[in-house]
């Protein structure tokens, strides 16, 4: 048996799906001949602590400790202000590192986070967890085999039941930084294309405090890609029937919908449909179980050598650049062009 031993920093509520994760992870890895471990710490260090009993994993009071005793590979789960710092401290260990999105609070800020990781022949994988998902799984092999033809029109969807706390809301960038992120980054795995223009628009009718903190509750952004291909990337934070993330992608010779299941947050007005029949999803874990799962085993894979990585920080810096022209947009009123270049 080997022994790969895991770091995680960071036991908020990602941090503790993470955990959670990893150590659902033994068993299936005891079965290939590896033992897995679990080392954890957090600036709470009560909380962390207790979690690491809890889950039979060991706690260390610092990152620094954490680092020195010898870790294959570091998880970082923390607030986004701290990414740059944990990310250079993990490639210095000369370790893999896996990092919750985004790389840094903005592009100005990632890119000298890349150029260090490049620097210094780093491993990195950022957690754009619906890579991961089977619907968008799917959705990609149907595309690049020929399928759908070639595509006209695509409609992403991401929509919060309830909004997070104020309080997260004030350092998260924005709703297309922290919410649609993650469909800007789909739709260019998807399609192997860049998006290079977004206008967006809007609005905030729900808590004021929202407003107060230079935030929308609800915006949708026009994307156009290379190729002059058009798209959608809607998002809001007041979806009352459930968490709600779909993708359509209609095609030239046929057209598919990711996320359309019996978990789907909607009702048909014909009478007589039965269809969704379960209950809808209530957050974004729910949502992705499967997803985040399936990451955390492709970073354990990673660690070993098994694999290439799924997710590299040029990629996830890409993403973020169209984020950052659908804030800029959001605010001036006007398209703006998304820049494609990801080194400084």
Known sequence: MSDVILGLVGVGRIGVMHANNIVALKEGLSLRGVNLHLRLTDVATEHARSMAADLGAEFLPSVGELLASGLDGLVIATGTATHPELIRAGVDAGIPVFCEKPVALNVTEALPV??????????????????FDAGYMEARRAFQAGELGWIHSLRAVTCDMTPPP?????????????????????L??????????????????????????GDVDTAVALITFDDGTMGTVSASRYNGAGHDVRLEIQGSKGSLVVGLDAKTALLSAEGGVTFPDGDPHQSFAERFDQAYNSEMVAFVELVMGERDNPCTPEDAVAASRVADAAQESLASGVPVRVGLKVSS
Not at 188 to 213: C, F, H, M, Q
């Open 188 to 213: 260019r795995w998807l399609t192997g294309r860049e998006i290079v223009e977004v206008y967006a628009k809007g609005s905030n009718n729900g808590d004021p405090a929202i407003g107060g903190v």
């Open 114 to 131: 890349l150029d260090y990781v490049r620097e210094n022949n780093g491993v990195v994988q950022i957690g754009h967890q619906r890579r």
């Open 166 to 186: 104020i309080g997260f809301l004030a350092s998260s960038g924005g709703l297309f930084r922290d919410c649609s992120v993650h469909d800007f980054d789909i």
